[in-house]
């Protein structure tokens, strides 16, 4: 277990730092504790939020309505809510 994800029942609590306007949306790494997704939208009316859950709906495999945005709709800090994604999958993310 990862201090960037954690289990919420049958759900996956999954804790990411935004970079947004970066020249390609991808897995950066680890900053201050949460998994960092450089983003390629700005964030303005909600695009970078948009194709954040494009990104990990592609990155994890599973359907765009399984990811929730729970907080930070406006900060580089945010929480998604996953459903019926595996945690084992999301260990492979950071290598």
């Known amino acids: 277990m990862n201090s960037w994800y954690r289990l919420d029942g049958a759900t996956v609590i999954l ?3 935004t970079q947004p306007r970066a020249s390609k949306t991808k897995v950066v790494g680890l900053h201050d504790g949460m998994l960092k997704i450089a983003c390629c939208s700005p964030p303005v009316d909600g695009k970078a939020n948009k194709e954040l859950i494009v990104f990990l709906s592609r ?3 599973c359907r765009k309505c399984d990811i929730e945005l ?3 709709q406006s900060s580089r800090r ?3 809510v996953l ?3 595996d945690a084992e999958l999301l ?3 950071i290598v």
């Open 15 to 17: 804790l990411v730092y």
């Open 59 to 61: 990155l994890l495999d």
């Open 70 to 72: 729970l907080r930070g």
């Open 78 to 80: 945010k929480q998604f």
């Open 83 to 85: 459903t019926g994604v």
């Open 91 to 93: 260990d492979k993310l």
